[in-house]
């Protein structure tokens, strides 16, 4: 049986997927990428790489091929020991192995495991349909603008000299004058009034203003004296009950210390816990009837990876995380 294909559909919903005897692929989220060299822009994505160290059977990876093939659980588990029992025997025969959909992974000069992600797959459902995007290259132009110089003639002022020819004083033009003088101060006085009439007008404008605005603040102050009454009745309206909604933490990663057929036993290891210090906490039987016992639960993967690594240092290097499904 090849198991490739069931760990690539849980690479979609799940944050680590263990392979029991081999290792575990875990995924981590990577924002949206620009490649400048290439001008190409990328889609967010899940970045998969490989732990050897986690071996531990968590039941996902079991419990979906026994699911998928309608088979028993124990049959699934027994065809995972087969796949992996072959993937060791590639590497040492031919020193490396490549998974469909997932990657490449090689033995190195230390007799390591190193992995090689494929990137053809997108494993984060909300990119689903995004692809990567080439950006051309804008080419800029720059255009030499030649301005040719234009002279322009300046033309001299043509003058004219008008001979001007002085009429003689005469008794009808002195008339003539006086009367004009006459007209011009008779439109200053004109003016004059224009001016203080409209000096009058703007005052009067003003005044009947201010007479409004205060006959408006007049009001306005005996609003208020009306609406003060009002609310020293003694009358007062009933609020309503405010309901405030928290939202609890989640705690979905958890550092096993064992699985228990009887529940005395898991009870046991949880007191002997405690006395150590641990956070530790017991569930109610899973279903394949054991009652798992924690260390402690944690609301990341990160956080349950450390305290576990702490744990298989200190007290039980059997140690491993569990995933709570969500």
Known sequence: ????????????????????????????????????????????KKVITFNAYLKNNDGLLANHIAVAEKIPYEVAVTAIEHAVHNWKQKLQDFGGISLKQIGEITLNSDKNLVFVPYDQVNYMTESFGLSAVVSPFVQREI????????VIPVLEP????????????TPRSRSFLKYAAIFVMSAGLLGAGGYFGDHYYTQKIEAETLAVQTNV????????????????????????????????EKFPYHVVAGAFRLEENADR???????????????????????????????????AQQKMQEVQKSHNPEAWVLIEEH
């Open 1 to 44: 049986m090849k198991i490739e294909s069931y760990i690539s559909q849980l690479l979609y919903r799940y944050q680590c997927v263990t392979v029991p005897g081999f290792g575990a692929f875990l995924t981590d989220t990577q924002s949206a990428q620009w490649n400048g060299s290439a001008q190409v822009f990328s889609p967010p």
């Open 143 to 150: 255009l030499n603008q030649i301005a040719e110089e234009e």
């Open 158 to 169: 043509v003058t004219s000299e008008v001979p001007v020819h002085q009429l003689p004083e």
């Open 217 to 248: 603040q007049k009001k306005i102050e005996q609003k208020i004296q009306e609406a003060t009454f009002v609310l020293d009745t003694p009358t007062t309206p009933t609020l309503p009950p405010v309901t405030l909604t928290i939202k609890s």
């Open 269 to 303: 290891v949880l007191y002997e816990l405690k006395k150590l210090g641990y956070p530790a906490r017991k569930m109610g039987p899973n279903k394949h009837g054991l009652f798992p016992v924690f260390y402690g639960s944690f609301s990341s993967y990160s956080d």
